[in-house]
């Protein structure tokens, strides 16, 4: 019987098919180009396989956000048709940790500090090297100095994806804040020296101890700081000091315990006075921030020394102007206002590294790699980021400008919670890139009129990014203390002694008492190793200055 007709025509058909797919796998091919591969604007894989991971937060009371329903984490869980399972630490990250190592139960990616427990992880041979990683794209070199890429290493191997990182400084949040109504009340005084905060906290202590609602009104109110570590670096930057991390600074060109520093004792002496004559709340040592808060909504607080870009997650001034539309918070024209006669100048501003905060690792027992190493080090990107902060296309954008900004369709100002929690702004910016985010925010704010930019964005352009350093020479220096050694438990009990102690120099009756007590914080760790411990902690950071200098010269 004949075939069809129709049937020889397809098996010749196959024929030849079978013959050309043959030769394009035998052949040798021209190399195919990675914007043939890849999505080339956005630098992922068009398609993508169902993945998921999971991935654990080493810190306590981070929260756990559901992945995929507000609009931001929808749209890059379709983007990379990826599903992740969150968990976090609920109540001692390092002690979780071991248990996970024990357990053969590691998570496929973890947010971590840099230090002793990620260089534990290292040194068992737990994390994935990124350097093989990151050939398939240049998102990583593209984002981050290579400097920085180095100094985060652990001889010589990359293992995590930096949170933060940036090649310039901009943006900040510490600063002096007053409120308006309490200032026009006490007759608009100069706010430039630290001389005029204290005069103006006197004039409300003694003349306005009640706002316009009948309140009792606080005349100087700090961040919540249990160790009084926030008023210290107030006070000691005002007179010329340099704060680095938690109690060191540079001195003679070394690194130094802050306690030698005469010009600490000195700032910290004034903060006793202040308290001493009753300009501080009372309880500002024991208050939660939930506590401090609800203060400064009620208009409360004449001075404040604050992280002012809380307000894009608390909304302290937004909150304060809504009860009370004759009322405001607005910031010093200094961060840090110069005490004792110094010149502006004089004073130094806080300063930012290269190498951002912590950093997110990929753990051996991951399936994927590849996969998650692509995902997070996108969140780098500078479309990443413009999600980061204004959620997909199609919601509070449609489409950006001739830079690459996105066009607003209406002011951030007018964007209400909800909206921001339904499209997640500002839920998946774990990591980010500093950089992105500040000049986008900063380019989008300026689009707008004058009266409907946003009072954080502004100001941190106008006021703030001018007083802020650069600089990655304290890279490593809390790292440079073996974990495991006495040094390390030398420095935690020196750590612990002056959490308890330091709010008591700060609280003492008269400046005899509290002299005392700083003179013995400083004896207790001459007595517990501090020489030793700085003397490690100045070998790295002298390795630092030799390799990038110093923008310090006390």
Do not use: C
């Amino acid at each position: 019987m004949k075939k069809p007709i129709y049937l020889i025509f397809a098996a010749a058909i196959l024929l030849v098919a079978i013959i050309i797919g043959y030769q394009f796998v035998a052949l040798p091919q021209e190399p195919v180009e990675k914007e043939d591969q890849v999505d080339p604007v956005n630098n992922v894989p068009e398609e993508l396989e169902p993945f998921t991971f999971t991935h654990y937060y080493h810190f306590v009371g981070r929260p756990i956000r559901p992945w995929g329903e507000d609009e931001t984490s929808k749209y890059i869980a379709e983007k990379f048709n990826v599903h992740i399972e969150f968990t976090a630490a609920e109540t001692d990250p390092a002690t979780e940790l071991s248990i996970k190592v024990a357990s053969g139960d590691l998570p496929d990616s973890i947010m971590i500090p840099r230090g002793e427990d990620k260089l534990r992880l290292v040194d068992l041979g737990l994390l994935n090297p990124l350097g093989p990683l990151m050939e398939a794209h240049d998102n990583l070199e593209d984002n981050v100095l290579p400097t920085a890429l180095d100094r985060i290493s652990v001889d010589g191997v990359l293992y995590g994806i930096p949170h933060y990182p940036r090649k310039r400084a901009s943006g900040g949040g510490f600063t002096w804040i007053y409120n308006r109504r309490l200032f026009e009340d006490a007759g608009s005084p100069n706010l430039n020296t630290l001389e005029d905060l204290y005069n103006f906290a006197k004039t409300v202590r003694d003349k306005l101890p009640y706002n316009r609602e009948g309140l009792s009104v606080t005349p100087v109110q700090f961040v919540a700081t249990p160790n009084a570590w926030q008023v210290a670096r107030a006070f000691y930057r005002s007179f010329g000091g340099m704060l680095d991390g938690l109690w060191y600074t540079v001195l003679n060109g070394n690194y130094t315990f802050i306690f030698r520093d005469p010009i600490f004792k000195e700032a910290v002496m004034e903060a006793n006075r202040w308290w001493r004559e009753r300009l501080f709340s009372e309880t500002q040592f024991t208050d939660t921030p939930d506590m401090i808060l609800e203060r400064i909504v009620a208009g409360r607080t004449a001075l404040l020394f604050y992280n002012m870009a809380l307000e894009e997650m608390n909304r302290f001034r937004t909150l304060l102007m809504e009860s009370f539309p004759d009322d405001s918070y607005e910031i010093t024209a200094f961060p840090y206002p110069p005490a004792r006669g110094l010149d502006i100048g004089d004073i130094y501003g806080d300063h930012q590294v290269s190498v951002g905060g912590a950093v997110t690792v990929i753990t051996e027992d991951a399936q994927n790699p590849q996969k998650i190493f692509d995902f997070w080090s996108w969140f780098l990107t500078r479309e990443a980021n413009i999600m980061h902060m204004f959620g997909p296309q199609g919601h509070l954008w449609e489409t950006l400008n001739e830079d690459g900004f996105p066009i607003l369709k209406r002011p951030m100002i007018q964007v209400t919670a909800e909206e921001r929690t339904r499209l997640g702004l500002w839920s998946w910016a774990d990591p980010a890139q500093s950089d992105h985010l500040d000049s986008v925010k900063f380019a989008v704010n300026n689009m707008q009129p004058p009266e409907k930019r946003e009072w954080v964005t502004t100001n941190q352009e106008l006021i703030l990014t001018p007083t802020l350093l650069f600089t990655d020479e304290f890279v490593g220096v809390f790292e440079a203390i073996d974990p495991k050694s006495t040094e390390e438990i030398n420095r935690t009990r020196i750590m612990e002694y002056i959490n308890a102690n330091f709010p008591l120099v700060i609280m003492a009756s008269t400046a005899e008492e509290a002299e005392r007590i700083f003179n013995d914080i400083l004896a207790f760790a001459d007595q517990n190793g501090m020489t030793d411990i700085e003397e490690i902690k100045n070998q790295k950071y002298q390795e630092n200055v030799r390799l990038g200098g110093t923008v310090f010269d006390r």
